[in-house]
């Protein structure tokens, strides 16, 4: 799950709007994208990571540490002390007395899952009913882009279509999550199965949807589409997977989901360390 996450927020964030430019820059000679609505889902996406970031900081902060390979050293003082090879942070702690991990990081984390859901709901009341003519027509107005024309769908017949297609994707990505087996196999990681096939099937619709918007020059909501998708992940995939894993499996595993997600961001917004020393 980990990592079929991580290919989502990598197809979305990278792949879509790359291949978007990409296919819109060869057929037009000029592309033109809106950066107040760019600038909303940006400032959402800052709100996801900082959200996500909350108990992974607080759990290292404060988390007690293991150290192995120890051995007694002298220094120069003649005062004794402890020199460790590695040294890692333990969130549980004892067993028996991980009151941390249940008194502080969980409800940490639940918090976060709760404050999520409704930064989004936020954000979309922002951007398309109290700041609409802010974020969209102002931007209309400026290309001299057309608004949208007579509905050829009901909402009855959309919401249909959209609802079987969401079915009929959900049974290919189950499709194929039950045929890997040839393909761990032939020796290929399963991290690797997860990043880049277990996470592309289930967007094909959104690849397909942003090439197309930008083949009719309309790069801003080619990019939209995987902004927004990444957005969803974050602000309501992640929560909904960490309630269903509190419910279903138990709660061991739900700080892992976030901590993994806060190492992915850490990746693109920290420096590496050169190296610990303890």
């Known amino acids: 799950m980990n990592f079929v996450l991580l290919g989502t927020l990598l197809a979305t964030t990278l792949l879509i709007p790359g291949l978007a430019m990409v296919v819109g820059g060869i057929k037009h000679r000029s592309q033109r994208f809106n950066p107040t609505s760019a600038g909303v889902t940006a400032t959402l996406l800052f709100v996801s990571v900082a959200a996500v970031f909350a108990p992974s900081i607080f759990s290292q902060s404060y988390a007690m540490y293991k150290c192995d390979h120890c051995r007694m050293y002298n220094s120069s ?22 009151s941390m991990y249940k008194e502080h990081v969980m409800p940490l984390v639940y918090c976060s899952c709760v404050l999520l859901p409704i930064a989004y ?78 996470a592309l099937v289930p967007d094909i619709p959104e690849i397909v949807i942003g090439i197309q918007f930008a083949l009719q020059n309309n790069i801003s909501l080619s990019i939209e589409v995987g902004s927004c998708i990444a957005v969803q992940v974050c602000m309501l995939q992640i929560p909904v997977i960490v309630f269903v894993d509190l419910i279903y499996v138990g709660h061991n595993s739900s700080a892992l989901v976030l901590t993994y997600c806060a190492m992915v961001a850490m990746y693109f917004f920290a420096p590496n360390s050169p190296g610990i020393k303890c």
């Open 121 to 198: 709901v936020i954000g979309l009341i922002y951007s398309l009913m109290t700041h609409r003519a802010l974020v969209h027509d102002a931007f209309t107005t400026e290309v001299g882009e057309v608004g949208h024309g007579k509905a050829q769908w009901n909402r009855v017949k959309s919401a249909l279509i959209l609802l079987v297609s969401v079915v009929l994707m959900s049974l290919c990505a189950d499709v194929v999550t039950y045929n890997i087996e040839p393909l761990l196999g032939g020796g290929i990681s399963v991290n690797f199965i997860g990043v880049t096939l277990l």
């Open 77 to 98: 003082d003649h005062s004794e002390g402890m020199e460790c090879n590695s040294c890692r942070s333990d969130v549980l702690g004892v067993p028996a007395k991980n």
